[in-house]
């Protein structure tokens, strides 16, 4: 397996450059080349404080090289090719400028859940298809691609979704819409057996479909089943259906498959054709949602440049043994906690739920016992004193349908804006393409 096909494809699942024929190129083949020595190197591009330099042209331009080797139908004249690759080059290392001055980061941890992501999508672990790359030398210039890559994503996701604005009429209108209904209804895969046969007849096929309900609920696969062709003598016939959306399934299906949940079969029933057995395999889409919710007051007590970690910690338990003596918790919570949110309802967070909070912190709220207030704990936010005071499951779907909506109407405006904002920062920075080098 070559290697860099496998990022490539990553990549290019990826990345949105914005720059034409080029615009999901791989990122990494520069790093290794750069690392080789090289006689003389040119300017092609000032980009601001920074350059684009030659031998970071010439090493990505043989991968595109590749990559068009390979490209099905005609491709743009070699010509237009590279002005474009330069142009890319350019947009990237402004790009990187500015998500540095603004400080975006990533971490080690993100870049290994984005190997093992790549691994699993080519049927190797994290070991293996790390061992891989270290084989041929490509482990460190991956890691750095898919830093890069990272950040560049990350910095155009926020710069640009702040320059979008999605109305609550927008969103009414578009649910409203076939489109809107279409698109947030929820699939099935679904999968039958079909007895076929007079379902006047009280005889065999009526028992069989009995008996195959009670072998599917029992755990029998319901595909194996119908693949059969023949039980006990008596034809069937069906299988996996695969996904479908409501308007998509068989008519006789079309009443039974939204009553049943995953993992359910229906009871046998019948139509023209014979007996039916169903089962929803899976479930996705969809807007209804209930959610876990919390409802948690908590103090909060960090490290700052006038507290050190030990004092943090130092206070948080004094203050922790004088609730347990009998004062107040939301009185020592207002006088004391840093989250400046809570502070006046006395360290009350309301009802909270997953994706809300650290998940460091809702993974201790999960385990807490309700009405009991946990010995202090330390978390990525700081040190914490909680109290989870009840629970719930919280019908949240209208909540849900309206995130959908404004998730795909702002997915809709996002390359439009992005060509935008690309060309605003091009025209407001300092560059100067050299294209006599581009040539040499």
Same mark, same amino acid.
């Given at each position: 397996? &070559? ?5 490539? @494809? ?17 990122? @990494? ?41 390979? &490209?099905?139908? %005609? ?10 690759? @330069?142009?890319?080059?350019?947009? /990237? ?5 500015? &998500? ?35 084989? *041929? ?29 999605? $109305? ?12 809107? !209904? ?9 999968? +039958?057996?079909?007895? %076929? ?34 039980? $006990? ?19 006789? =299906? ?7 949940? $995953?993992?359910?079969? $229906?009871? %046998? ?6 007996? +039916? ?12 949602? *209930?959610?876990?919710? =919390?409802?948690?007051? +908590?103090?909060?007590?960090? %490290?700052? /440049? ?5 004092? &943090? /910690? ?14 107040? =918790? ?53 040190? +914490? ?12 779907? !209208? ?6 909506? !404004? ?6 405006? =996002?390359?439009?804006? @992005? ?22």
């Amino acid at each position: 397996m &070559a290697v860099s096909s496998v990022i490539t @494809l990553h990549l290019c699942t990826r990345l949105r450059a914005g720059c034409g024929v080029l615009a999901a190129l791989l990122l @990494l083949a520069g790093s290794v080349a750069l690392a080789q020595p090289v006689e003389l190197d040119k300017v092609l591009a000032i980009v601001n404080d920074d350059v684009v330099l030659k031998s970071e042209f010439d090493a990505r331009w043989t991968q595109v090289q590749q990559q068009l080797a390979n &490209a099905q139908g %005609p491709v743009p004249p070699e010509a237009e090719v590279r002005k474009q690759l @330069l142009d890319q080059l350019i947009m /990237e290392n402004l790009q990187m400028q500015l &998500a540095r001055r603004a400080g975006v980061r990533v971490d080690d941890n993100q870049i290994n859940q984005a190997l093992a992501a790549i691994a699993q999508q080519n049927n190797l672990n994290y070991d293996q298809f790390t061992k891989l790359l270290q084989d *041929q030398g490509l482990y460190q210039p991956t890691r750095e691609g898919i830093r890069k890559e990272l950040i560049l994503g990350n910095f155009q996701n926020g710069a640009v979704n702040r320059r979008i604005n999605i $109305s609550r009429q927008e969103i009414e209108n578009y649910l409203r819409s076939e489109a809107g !209904e279409a698109a947030i209804a929820p699939e099935f895969r679904v999968a +039958h057996v079909l007895i %076929p046969g007079d379902i006047s007849a009280t005889g065999r096929q009526r028992e069989l479909a009995n008996l195959i309900y009670q072998q599917v609920r029992d755990g029998a696969d319901i595909r194996q089943l119908a693949s059969q062709r023949e039980i $006990s003598g008596v034809p069937v016939s069906g299988g996996d259906l695969g996904w479908l959306k409501v308007e998509n399934l068989p008519t006789v =299906f079309a009443d039974v498959v939204p009553m049943l949940k $995953s993992g359910e079969v $229906s009871e %046998p029933f019948t139509s023209s054709s014979g007996h +039916h057995i169903v089962k929803v395999i899976e479930t996705r889409g969809g807007s209804a949602m *209930q959610v876990q919710q =919390f409802r948690v007051r +908590h103090i909060l007590i960090k %490290p700052t /440049e006038i507290r050190t970690e030990q004092q &943090a /910690e130092a206070l948080v338990n004094d203050l922790y043994r004088r609730i347990l003596a009998g004062e107040d =918790f939301a009185d020592i919570a207002r006088q004391n906690t840093d989250d400046p949110n809570s502070m006046v309802s006395g360290g009350d967070l309301e009802w909270i739920s997953r994706g809300m909070l650290p998940d460091d912190f809702l993974a201790k709220v999960a385990d807490a016992e309700i009405g009991k207030i946990l010995p202090p704990f330390r978390v990525s936010t700081g040190w +914490h004193i909680i109290e989870v005071m009840d629970e719930r499951m919280q019908d949240v779907t !209208e909540q849900n349908k309206r995130y959908q909506a !404004e998730q795909i109407l702002r997915e809709r405006k =996002f390359e439009n804006e @992005l060509q935008n904002w690309l060309t605003e920062i091009r025209d407001t920075n300092y560059i100067d393409v050299k294209e006599e080098n581009l040539a040499n």
